[in-house]
């Protein structure tokens, strides 16, 4: 049972990371190395907001995703836009350009020190047993949780939602979509808006459960392979390949050597380059821009 | 707002150095600031400068001010060598320090080896390197050493326990803290335990349950675990999630003394060589006003480490007279002692042939259920 636990905790951590790196690609073709510092920068910006709504600690959630998602949306106003045109190299090494400035900024700001958003919120992480003698932490039962939220919200978002349309409508043919009356900025920037509240998210879950150091940064880029597995133009995709990645880590802890924990995701992205390049539920046409 | 734009842009791309000053003694260290174990290194760092600019501000050494550079390498080991290159070829210093990861090490010893500039490990882990017989170019100022501290932490399971003990070991995916778990592991039968599992741990995990769940299955009732900070805490943590009752021995790294007092577990003990803030030495209250007094960054509990190193640093230069160089500065260091005030069990002594100290202490503290309390004072090992 805790077997099945670790498998869920871990993919839905991945799930939740993946999902900013799909949406962002799946509306302008961009990828975005800069969404582990993005996501970092989520968590910090909760330190931040604990110790200003000190005692009301649903404010200062509340303050910090807002902030996340205006991050986000200005990332995009104030750089992102001005690379639309350019080259998609030239936007993707944009972003690892962000992602150095944004790490060198937080260890200015925050330090290395390792630091506990909950204990500055006031919130304890008691285990939970779960039937059948597994055991979750409550942030990690409520990252579970959050991500099956935020994955069910953006399935209906992109389905139903005026915007949503807009956003696949964009991504599938940005000039038709721009002749059919449609403000490709406002759409690009409500994508880096939701990718960074997704990211940022689970940044803040992750820094609840076991505390925040500037190296969760890289636990963005682990995540990274779940969203190339399932395909980097698919949210279903991103759901199965963290399931997949996630199951290939815990398993490999347990059952061979946890060394090869860190190895083993890029292992399943390399044979699933080999086998299906454009990932599970992507399509070859993505391949051909990419 | 630009200013600080301009200097995170510095501090990430490993560019932060102060202005050289020609006549003054320069020093040149490579460091994680950044980086997976940086809440390690970065504090010692921090403390070595305010201790630095203590010295400058009270006349210098000798006359002369010390010019300590900076460089980050986030804890890697590309970053490290071309950090050492550039100040060793560009600074032209006369000391290279490294505290940083020990993955660094080899690209930053040859460095120094090839220019003839003596080399001292600062908060970071002591190398074989510079125990006896020591290599004449290597020193060293940490706490923490390989093996010793291993055989510390056992000894002191072995006397705290009341069964039998059944031990699991937790590493984080370094060269050194695989090696101290591999030994750890060797000599835990040797004192009548059972020596389980070891969990080497990638640095940074998202999850370390799996990790912690596996310890606990393999039925251990002890853990030892010699890794960065985040490594040891965060298994533990996940240990106590998964309803585990054991008992925890960890290093007592920089962040120990605070971290007791978060968790307030009383079956986790830290195993270290330096004092803890809670005996109020003489000398800690030094450091905590200075800290205050620069705007430390970092509580003045992690200061101990840098603090050391900046005492030792002072000493080598002060031995080594004005004009300095390389080669001097590495006669003074053979020949060195230095009164750390309580800080810890024993003086920093280093001669031709041990470049480490002539005994290592230890000491044991954890959370006695209202403040951090001390359980095993100074016991000592001879470095031979």
Same mark, same amino acid.
């Given at each position: 049972m805790q077997l099945a636990v670790n498998i869920v905790v871990l993919s839905a951590i991945y799930a939740l990371i993946a999902c900013g790196y799909v949406l962002i690609y799946r509306v302008s073709r961009v990828l975005n190395l800069a969404h582990g510092e993005l996501m970092m920068l989520g968590a910090y910006l909760l330190l931040a907001t604990a110790a200003s709504f000190a005692g009301n600690p649903v404010a200062a959630i509340a303050a910090a995703v807002v902030l996340s998602l205006a991050v986000g949306i200005l990332v995009y106003v104030f750089l992102m836009r001005k690379m639309t045109g350019e080259m998609v190299l030239a936007a993707v %090494? *944009?972003?690892?350009?962000? $992602?150095?400035l944004l790490r060198g900024l937080m260890v200015l700001i925050w330090s290395a020190q390792q630091q506990y958003p909950g204990q500055a919120l006031g919130f304890a992480n008691p285990a939970i047993a779960l039937p059948g003698g597994g055991r979750i932490s409550t942030f990690a039962a409520i990252l579970v949780v959050t991500t099956a939220l935020v994955y069910g919200g953006l399935f209906v978002f992109l389905r139903f939602g005026r915007w949503g349309v807009r956003m696949r409508a964009a991504g599938q043919n940005p000039l038709l979509a721009a002749q059919?009356?449609?403000?490709?900025?406002?759409?690009?920037?409500l994508a880096w808006?939701?990718?960074? %509240? *997704?990211?940022?998210?689970? $940044?803040?879950?992750i820094a609840l459960d076991s505390g925040l150091t500037s190296s969760m940064t890289v636990i963005g880029l682990k995540a990274f392979p779940a969203a190339l597995v399932g395909g980097l133009d698919s949210l279903v995709g991103a759901l199965v390949g963290a399931l997949i990645i996630g199951a290939a880590e815990v398993l490999s802890i347990q059952y061979i050597d946890p060394l090869l924990s860190d190895v083993v995701p890029f292992l399943v992205l390399i044979a699933m380059l080999i086998v299906r390049p454009w990932g599970l539920f992507g399509t070859r046409e993505e391949l051909d821009r990419v | 707002?630009?200013?600080?734009?301009?200097?995170?842009a510095a501090l990430a791309t490993g560019a932060f150095s102060p202005a050289l000053a020609q006549d003054a003694y320069v020093v040149g260290i490579t460091a994680a600031l950044t980086g997976p174990p940086a809440s390690t290194y970065a504090p010692a760092v921090d403390a070595l400068r305010i201790y630095i600019d203590r010295v400058n501000a009270a006349g210098g050494i000798n006359g002369k001010k010390v010019n300590l550079i900076i460089q980050d390498d986030s804890a890697e080991p590309s970053k490290a060598a071309a950090n050492a290159k550039k100040l060793l070829t560009q600074d032209n210093v006369v000391l290279l320090l490294d505290a940083s990861l020990s993955s660094t090490y080899a690209p930053v010893v040859a460095e120094a080896k090839g220019a003839g500039v003596p080399l001292v490990f600062a908060s970071s882990v002591c190398p074989k390197e510079v125990y006896p017989p020591a290599?004449?170019?290597?020193?060293?100022?940490?706490?923490?050493?390989?093996?010793?501290?291993?055989r510390a932490a056992l000894a002191f399971v072995k006397e705290t326990a009341k069964e039998p003990v059944k031990i699991g070991f937790a590493a984080m995916a370094i060269p050194l803290s695989r090696g101290e778990m591999e030994f750890a592991a060797k000599q835990a039968p040797g004192l009548g335990m059972t020596a389980l599992a070891i969990e080497v741990i990638p640095p940074p995990t998202a999850d370390y349950t799996p990790f912690a769940t596996k310890l606990k299955d393999a039925g251990a009732n002890w853990v030892f675990s010699w890794a960065p900070w985040v490594t040891q805490v965060r298994t533990f943590e996940a240990l106590r999630r998964l309803d585990w009752k054991g008992d925890y021995i960890a290093w007592s790294h920089l962040e120990a003394e605070g971290e007791l007092k978060r968790i307030?577990?009383?079956?986790?003990?830290?195993?270290?060589?330096?004092a803890l803030f809670e005996d109020k030495l003489p000398i800690q209250k030094e450091i905590a006003d200075a800290a205050q007094k620069a705007g430390g960054k970092y509580p003045p509990e992690q200061m101990t480490e840098g603090w050391i190193a900046g005492m030792v640093i002072e000493a080598a230069l002060k031995g080594a007279g004005w004009p300095a160089t390389p080669a001097k500065i590495q006669a003074s260091m053979q020949n060195l002692k230095v009164d750390l005030k309580g800080l810890r069990g024993g003086p920093i002594e280093w001669t031709k042939d041990n470049h480490f100290r002539t005994k290592q202490y230890y000491r044991v503290y954890k959370w006695d259920g209202s403040k951090v309390a001390l359980v095993k004072n100074w016991f000592s090992y001879d470095v031979k």
């Open positions: %090494l *944009t972003t690892v350009a962000l $992602g150095t059919r009356g449609i403000n490709l900025h406002a759409v690009y920037a808006g939701l990718s960074t %509240l *997704t990211g940022s998210m689970a $940044g803040m879950l | 707002m630009r200013s600080l734009i301009v200097a995170a290599n004449e170019g290597q020193f060293c100022t940490t706490a923490f050493a390989s093996t010793y501290d291993s307030k577990d009383s079956r986790l003990y830290v195993v270290g060589a330096n």
